[in-house]
C-alpha cells in the first residue's frame, strides 16, 4: 500500500524556518517525481515545489523561491522541505504528494497519492 506521511509542522514566527519530513512506503520512491502541495485556509490547493526522481532538478512556486528548498533522500524514501524565510502567508497544511505514473506534469495539480499533511502555522 502507497504511505506517505508528513511531519516537521509546527508554529513558527515570520522569519522562522522549518523542515518538513515525507516519509513514503509502499512504491518505488526512487523512481517517482515528487511534489509539495500546500492548502491554507480557505483556499484550495497550491503547488509549491516539485523534484525529479534522481533529485537532480527541482522546481518552485514563485510565491516561495528562493526561500524554500526542496530535496530528497532516496535510500531513506524520505522527501524534505527546508522553508525558510517564512511568512504569515506562508501557514497552511502541507502534503506531499505524486502521481501514479511517477511523472510531475506542472499543467495539472491532479495527484493520486497523497499524505495525511502536516499544519504549519507562521505566527507572531
Known amino acids: 500500500e502507497v504511505q506517505l506521511v508528513e511531519s516537521g509542522g509546527g508554529l513558527v514566527q515570520p522569519g522562522g524556518s522549518l523542515r518538513l519530513s515525507c516519509a513514503a512506503s509502499g512504491f518505488a520512491f526512487g523512481s517517482y517525481d515528487m511534489s509539495w502541495v500546500r492548502q491554507a485556509p480557505g483556499k484550495g490547493p497550491e503547488w509549491v515545489s516539485a523534484?525529479?526522481?534522481?533529485?537532480?532538478?527541482?522546481y518552485y512556486a514563485d510565491s516561495v523561491k528562493g526561500r524554500f528548498t526542496i530535496s530528497r533522500d532516496n535510500a531513506k524514501n524520505t522527501l524534505y522541505l527546508q522553508m525558510n524565510s517564512l511568512k504569515p502567508e506562508d501557514t497552511a497544511v502541507y502534503y506531499c504528494?505524486?502521481?501514479?505514473?511517477?511523472?510531475?506534469?506542472?499543467?495539472?495539480?491532479?495527484?493520486?497519492?497523497w499524505g495525511p499533511g502536516t499544519q504549519v502555522t507562521v505566527s507572531s
Open positions: 504528494a505524486t502521481r501514479s505514473d511517477g511523472v510531475w506534469n506542472p499543467t495539472t495539480d491532479e495527484y493520486n497519492y
Open positions: 523534484i525529479n526522481s534522481g533529485g537532480a532538478n527541482t
